[in-house]
């Protein structure tokens, strides 16, 4: 019992703490949009993002980044998986860094000091801090692999309507770089990752880089599969010189298929699914309902009758 009041009374400080630090200290959304937020559809407003005062929090976390030392290669590593998560600010590695320690120096230390109402093994006092440590160096790991996975889903939602307007765009006379341009404005409230990255596409093609280079970056800052077929598809046909809209809406239909093909698997497996949750929780359940009187009644005759029961020769 003293063990439960002790960490609740822990874990109760430290959300008050926090909620205060966050509230009074970090200014509210500041945060997340140091660590480098939704860009916007113009280049001008993201330079006015940038330029804005960290937060304190994130002063602090990207001064402890800053001066740990990190190989280049993790670097480079952490840079391109903050860029799939949309993360593009010079600070961010430095954040993300400086996030690692502060969780690891913090579970540590809170396991540490807490090791004795944990456990009273000796070996497992010494495992169980070490082993916090490690969680919350690993941790941000996990929870940054998560964004990414989550933004690549929500690009791949985005890319049939994308297209759709690709090739509205395209019939109507519009060439493919004014296309992209056009679809990235008018996606930027249904779909802001698709629209931010068409966005990107195209400040890249006016910065005077060549189209086909500026469809392989979006491929490797995404990582979106479906993404990397899209642009596969674009290329052959600047290359070969075949008609853009025949080759968007065809991709359009296939990705279509292939999201309803995707659908009517998830359905299929539900039921498997369900066996166990039936079996292990529902089932019981219902059990006890329908057949729980019964039972009752049955060891409340049976148990007397087989207590006054003596067989031959007692």
């Known amino acids: 019992m003293a063990v439960l009041v002790t960490g609740a009374l822990f874990f109760f400080l430290l959300l008050t703490i ?39 929090v994130v002063s602090v976390l990207e001064q402890i980044g800053e001066r740990i030392p990190v190989d280049p290669a993790d670097v480079s590593g952490i840079r391109k998986d903050l860029i799939a998560a949309g993360y593009r600010t010079e600070r961010a590695v430095a954040i993300y860094t400086g996030i690692r320690v502060v969780a ?23 495992v169980i801090p070490i082993a916090a440590a490690v969680a919350g160096y690993m941790g941000p790991s996990y929870v940054l692999e998560s ?17 759709d307007l690709l090739v509205v765009s395209v019939e109507a006379g519009l060439g493919l770089d004014q296309a992209i341009q056009y679809v ?53 046909t600047d290359r070969f010189g075949t008609s853009i809209a025949d080759s968007l809406r065809t991709h359009s239909d296939f990705m279509r298929t292939r999201r309803r093909q995707e659908a009517e698997e998830r359905a299929n497996k539900v039921g498997v699914k369900l066996v166990f949750p039936i079996f292990f929780l529902i089932l019981p359940s219902m059990l006890v309902v329908a057949a729980g009187e019964g039972i009752l009644q049955i060891f409340k005759q049976l148990i007397p009758m087989m207590k006054g029961f003596h067989g031959p020769g007692m």
């Open 18 to 56: 926090s909620y205060v630090g966050y509230r009074y200290y970090a200014r509210p959304g500041r945060v997340y949009e140091q660590l480098g937020g939704p860009a916007s559809a113009t280049m001008p407003q993201v330079d006015q993002r940038d330029e804005g005062e960290p937060g304190l």
């Open 104 to 126: 690891c120096a913090g579970l540590g230390i809170a396991a540490f000091l807490l090791r004795h109402y944990l456990t009273s093994n000796s070996v497992l006092s010494i």
């Open 147 to 163: 964004m990414i996975g989550s933004r690549q889903q929500r690009i791949r939602w985005g890319l049939p309507d994308a297209l």
């Open 184 to 236: 990235s404005k008018e996606l930027i409230t249904t779909h802001p990752d698709v629209s931010e990255e068409l966005e990107l596409v195209h400040l890249e093609i006016r910065g005077g880089q060549r189209r086909v280079d500026a469809l392989r970056n979006l491929a490797d800052r995404t990582g979106e599969p479906e993404l990397r077929k899209l642009v596969a598809v674009l290329v052959q």
